[in-house]
């Protein structure tokens, strides 16, 4: 976490109410900074393994993590 991009960034970025409260917007300034990041792989297997449900987490929606999983267990 100390070395994530995201740790100064704000929070509502990554976690909005919904996504479709600003359609691009959110994705587009949370993907950017996700593109930057270091840890940006250990963060996507962390949410991908765990199954979270909510934010963006390595550059990824919840729908796109999601396909992600499912394509994994196909």
């Known amino acids: 976490m100390a070395r994530a991009a995201c740790r100064d960034a704000d929070p509502e970025l990554f976690f909005p109410i919904t996504w479709d409260d600003r359609p691009g917007r959110a994705?587009?300034?949370a993907r950017s900074i996700c593109r930057a990041?270091?840890?940006?792989?250990?963060c996507l297997d962390w949410a991908v393994r765990t199954g979270e449900p909510d934010g963006m987490w390595g550059g990824t929606t919840p729908a796109e993590r999601r396909l992600l999983r499912a394509r994994q267990t196909a």
């Open 37 to 42: 990041c270091p840890v940006r792989p250990a």
């Open 27 to 29: 994705d587009d300034e």
